[in-house]
């Protein structure tokens, strides 16, 4: 089945930095999603991304849809502490049964100490 | 008003007993779906039902059973738990041609 990279694993952020995560599928999605999961809190969508090439702003988040349709960063800019959580990066393919997301493994976003 | 809502919030039980979780969504949507996240925080489909219908069902042990009386409703039981059912379950929902899901908050599964 399809599978998702997601890396960083995890990583720690200083109030002001700007931070970049990517996911890289083995096969094409239609659509890439990015949700942040905050604890005890089911996923919530930040942004979603409909075509290649698309380059789409929330704020301080900044997504892209990679051109191939395998990959798809999210950058956060001047980051704060309430960024802090785990970041899930999904595809979707508008033919599969269910509207069927595949999940990457997540990003952790810690504060720096 | 919660757009998806499960019950109960926490759930401890002991091995061999059979539970239920429930889930409920108004957002009118048509499809709703059953994720399991391990202690990885691994998100992984179970379930998926359209409008009632069961469509997606990806390899999950026979111990568990959705439900779905009403397209707004999608429950799930499991039989005879197992330790390695201590997990969090989402429940979510989508339009049936829409984009991404709307997750509950997650039931948090502890067999002992």
């Known amino acids: 089945g399809q599978q998702l990279n997601q890396s960083p694993q995890s990583m720690f952020i200083q109030e002001g930095e700007d931070v970049s995560m990517n996911c890289t599928s083995s096969?094409?999605?239609?659509?890439w999603l990015w949700y942040k999961q905050e604890p005890g809190e089911g996923p919530v969508l930040l942004i979603a991304?409909?075509?290649?090439?698309e380059l789409t702003s929330n704020g301080r988040l900044t997504a892209q849809f990679g051109i191939t349709r395998k990959d798809s960063f999210l950058n956060i800019s001047a980051s704060i502490p309430s960024d802090v959580g785990i970041y899930f990066c999904?595809?979707?393919?508008?033919?599969?049964?269910?509207?069927?997301?595949?999940f990457g493994g997540g990003t952790r976003v810690l504060v720096k100490p | 008003d919660t757009a998806v809502s499960q019950t109960p919030k926490y759930l401890v039980t002991q091995m061999g007993n059979d539970k239920s979780i429930k889930c409920e969504q108004n957002?009118?949507?048509?499809?709703m779906y059953w994720y399991k996240q391990d202690s990885k925080k691994f998100l992984k489909i179970m379930f998926s039902?359209?409008?009632?219908?069961?469509?997606i069902n990806e390899t999950v042990p026979n111990r568990f059973s959705p439900k779905s009386p009403d397209k707004a409703h999608l429950n799930l039981h499991i039989n005879s738990l197992e330790l390695g059912d201590s997990a969090v379950y989402f429940c979510?929902?989508?339009?049936?041609?829409?984009?991404?899901?709307?997750f509950g908050s997650g039931t948090r599964l502890t067999v002992v």
């Open positions: 096969s094409i999605f239609n659509t």
């Open positions: 999904a595809g979707q393919l508008f033919k599969a049964a269910g509207n069927k997301l595949t």
């Open positions: 039902y359209n409008n009632k219908e069961l469509i």
């Open positions: 957002l009118g949507h048509d499809t």
């Open positions: 979510a929902s989508s339009p049936r041609q829409g984009l991404g899901y709307t």
């Open positions: 991304l409909y075509k290649a090439g």
